[in-house]
């Protein structure tokens, strides 16, 4: 199976929209239904995105490798933000504003984590205030 029914077959099987996944990986409108088409080439960074969306194997979606989409669904984190915050508070300032930077990225690219990423942000700002 080629990747373009993969990719098509996958997001289908996890319920998630054309329109959903354009705006998760920050997809130009047409370009999605054109990839699943086989009518636009998929650069290795798209794929790399795709599989990590879908938490699977770039294999899996270069057809290589066979994964039963009814069983795959797409990461979610979950986490308890005291525990974060308490790992947080044994990094240095310096590794505190890296670590703050890298969030900011994250949350205005591709990533969507939603309010655990503003309150980590937070914490760390409080923390790099302390040191």
Do not use: C
Not at 49 to 75: I, Q
Not at 94 to 122: H, M, Y
């Amino acid at each position: 199976m080629s990747m373009k029914n993969n990719l098509k077959r996958i997001r289908i099987a996890n319920n998630v929209t054309q329109s959903d996944l354009r705006k998760k990986l920050h997809i130009n409108e047409a370009s999605l239904s054109r990839m699943e088409n086989g009518n636009q080439r998929i650069t290795d960074e798209q794929i790399i995105a795709f599989a990590d969306f879908f938490d699977v194997s770039t294999d899996y979606l270069l057809g290589r490798e066979w994964h039963d989409p009814e069983t795959t669904v797409y990461k979610t984190v979950d986490f308890n933000i005291k525990d974060v915050y308490k790992k947080l508070q044994a990094y240095s300032k310096t590794e505190l504003i890296e670590l703050r930077g890298a969030i900011d990225f994250i949350l205005e690219t591709k990533f969507t984590p939603g309010d655990n990423g503003q309150l980590i942000k937070n914490k760390i700002d409080e923390l790099i205030k302390t040191k």
